[in-house]
C-alpha cells in the first residue's frame, strides 16, 4: 500500500468521526459507559468475523507487545468514555469543537518525536486554536454556564487522549491492524464494568436512539478505527493531521443540519479559528 494510498484512507475516519457528536446526541439517554460497551462490542464484533476470516488470530495476539495493548485499549476506551461524557454534560457543539482540538495537537506532538522540532508557526497555531476554543465557552451557542465546565475539561481530555494515542502508534507500525478489533472488544468489556459499577441500565427508548447506536458501531466507533490505524502507520501523518482540521467544521454543520445546534456567528468563528490555528501549525511542520 502506498503512503498516499494509506493518508487517503485516514481520512476515511474522519469523515465518519464527523458523525459522532450527531449519533451521540442521538442515543441520548443511554449513560455514556453503556453506550461506549454497545457500540465497541458491535465495531469489535464485525471486526472479529473478518478477523477469524483472514486467519492467524493467535499470532497477532502473540506478537502484540503489551505497551501496545495499554495504548490502544487505552486510546479508544479512555476517549471515548471522556468524549461521550462530556456530551451530557456539556452542550454538543461546543464540547464537540474543544474535543476536536486532537488534530491540532498530532501536529504539536508530532513536531516533538525524534528528527523534528516546533517553529514559531506552531506557537502561533495552537494560540489561535486556544482562542477559537476560548470564544466557544466565554461566547459559545449556549453560552457559558459553570454547570458546563466539567464536560468542557473532559473535553480538553479527550483531545490530550486521541492524539497521544495517535503519534504514539506511529512508533508501532509493525503490529498488524487487525489488533484493533480487539482493543475494541477489550474496551467494551472495560466500558461495560465500569457501567456496571457506576450507572444505570437504559434501554434505548426510540428507534432513533437504536439507530445512533448501531450507527456509533457500524462507523465512528467501528470502520474509523482501522481506517486511522492504517493512516497514522502507513500514510503521512503530518498530512492527515492537516486534513483531520476538517473533523470539527463537519461536525459541525452535520449538528447544524440536522438542527441540533444553531448556526450563530459566534460558533462558526470559532470553528475557523479552530481550524485556522490547526492549518498554521500543519504548515510550520511541512517546513521542517
Not at 174 to 198: K, N, Q
Not at 199 to 224: N, Y
Request: aromatic share 10%.
Amino acid at each position: 500500500m502506498s503512503r498516499r494510498a494509506a493518508t487517503l484512507i485516514g481520512f476515511g475516519a474522519v469523515l465518519l468521526w464527523s458523525l459522532l457528536a450527531l449519533m451521540t446526541v442521538g442515543s441520548d439517554p443511554v449513560p455514556p459507559f453503556q453506550l461506549s460497551a454497545m457500540a465497541f462490542a458491535i465495531g469489535g464484533g464485525i471486526g472479529l468475523l473478518f478477523t477469524l476470516r483472514r486467519g492467524g488470530v493467535m499470532e497477532t495476539l502473540s506478537a502484540t507487545p503489551p505497551i501496545v495493548w495499554a495504548l490502544g485499549i487505552g486510546g479508544l476506551f479512555g476517549y471515548h468514555a471522556l468524549y461521550f461524557s462530556a456530551l451530557r454534560l456539556a452542550p454538543a457543539a461546543e464540547a464537540g469543537l474543544i474535543a476536536y482540538l486532537w488534530p491540532l495537537l498530532i501536529v504539536l506532538f508530532s513536531g516533538l518525536l525524534p528528527g523534528e522540532r516546533l517553529r514559531a508557526l506552531h506557537i502561533v497555531g495552537a494560540v489561535v486554536s486556544f482562542a477559537g476554543a476560548a470564544l466557544i465557552i466565554a461566547r459559545g451557542g449556549a453560552g457559558f454556564q459553570w454547570s458546563y465546565v466539567p464536560g468542557y475539561l473532559l473535553a480538553v481530555c479527550c483531545s490530550l487522549t486521541w492524539s497521544g494515542y495517535s503519534v504514539l502508534s506511529r512508533r508501532f507500525k509493525e503490529v498488524p491492524t487487525e489488533v484493533v478489533t480487539f482493543f475494541c472488544l477489550a474496551s467494551a468489556g472495560l466500558a461495560g464494568l465500569a457501567h456496571v459499577m457506576f450507572e444505570q441500565t437504559v434501554i434505548p427508548s426510540s428507534t432513533v436512539s437504536w439507530l445512533s447506536v448501531i450507527g456509533l458501531g457500524l462507523g465512528p466507533v467501528g470502520l474509523a478505527f482501522f481506517l486511522w490505524d492504517i493512516g497514522v502507520k502507513r500514510g503521512d501523518i503530518q498530512l492527515l493531521g492537516t486534513a483531520s482540521y476538517a473533523a470539527p467544521l463537519l461536525s459541525t454543520c452535520v449538528l447544524i443540519a440536522a438542527g441540533v445546534a444553531q448556526a450563530t456567528t459566534v460558533l462558526l468563528l470559532a470553528a475557523v479559528l479552530i481550524a485556522v490555528g490547526a492549518g498554521l501549525a500543519a504548515l510550520a511542520s511541512h517546513r521542517n
